[in-house]
């Protein structure tokens, strides 16, 4: 999750942009890149905006807790009204007026987008309150809430809608996510935000203010391990998905799975010190992608 935690009033939603502004920030995996039919990019940037910007207001910033969660439920009646069809209001009207007209002309299936929402103020809350997950249960729950709503939407404008590809859509969103706690560790414990569970942490003998203080061990190490493999596990049970689409958006997920395995190779090399500093992916990185993508 991150955005400033007001954005600041836009445009008359009378005159509300057709397409959402392009994307800005850091991103391991392509977001509507080239690789994806030029007809779908407005639609997903649209989409991308919404939860960006959502991410944003949960995230960024100096607002409090009960700040963001004011914001957050401002939001979510925004997105109901525009799903309703009344005119954006102009604090978000650069985001809801390209998701409107994207709800229009697609159908999207405005839950998924409320789900993500419901994701974002749970996130709000747990870390207010420095609270943990119990166990992986509980945390695929959030996932299911905070990562999964976004393959199924893009599923669903690829006219993909078979259960074996939104069970594989769901296993790779889910692994997205939990790479991205693992290699955002250093940067979210600091920030009292705990997705390393209560359970692994017992199973492997890890203390959570050993966590807190950022302390590295043998235990802590093969604690990072496991999560890791854990989150590969699950990217290669989704993989299949990438036969399943057509053409370009196939070459797109190829280039996404591809893009999570190699963050987790880069977590792995580390030996579990992900818990102190983040893996990134670096330009030379992409041709040793693009060669496993050819041969999916």
Not at 63 to 81: C, G, I, V, W
Not at 249 to 276: F, N
């Amino acid at each position: 999750m991150k955005h400033p935690e007001s954005p600041a009033p836009l445009r008359d939603p009378r005159t509300a942009p057709a397409e959402a502004p392009p994307v800005t920030h850091y991103e391991n995996f392509p977001v509507a890149s080239l690789l994806c039919p030029p007809r779908l990019r407005p639609p997903i940037a649209a989409i991308y905006a919404f939860a960006r910007t959502a991410d944003d207001i949960a995230d960024e910033g100096t607002a409090t807790a009960a700040e963001r969660l004011a914001d957050l439920r401002a939001y979510r009646a925004e997105l109901q009204s525009v799903a309703a069809g009344h005119s954006p209001q102009t604090r978000w009207a650069a985001v809801f007026g390209p998701l409107q007209a994207v709800l229009r002309s697609h159908q999207l299936p405005v839950p998924l987008l409320d789900d993500l929402l419901d994701a974002f103020m749970q996130d709000v809350t747990l870390t207010e309150a420095g609270a943990t997950y119990a166990d992986r249960a509980a945390l695929l729950d959030y996932c299911r809430r905070s990562a999964n709503p976004v393959g199924r939407l893009l599923l669903h404008l690829y006219g993909v809608h078979g259960q074996d590809a939104l069970r594989e859509s769901d296993a790779i969103c889910t692994a997205l996510q939990l790479i991205n706690f693992w290699q955002d560790l250093s940067v979210d414990l600091p920030r009292g935000r705990h997705y390393l569970t209560d359970a692994d942490c017992a199973a492997h003998g890890v203390a959570r203010a050993d966590l807190a203080a950022q302390r590295r061990s043998a235990a802590s190490d093969r604690l990072v391990l496991d999560c890791a493999d854990w989150a590969r596990a699950l990217m290669l049970q989704g993989s299949p998905l990438v036969h399943r689409l057509p053409g370009r958006v196939g070459w797109e997920l190829r280039l996404v799975v591809q893009g999570g395995l190699r963050i987790l190779d880069k977590v792995q090399a580390l030996d579990g010190a992900s818990l102190l500093a983040r893996p990134r992916l670096g330009t030379l990185d992409w041709p040793r992608m693009l060669a496993r993508a050819a041969r999916m």
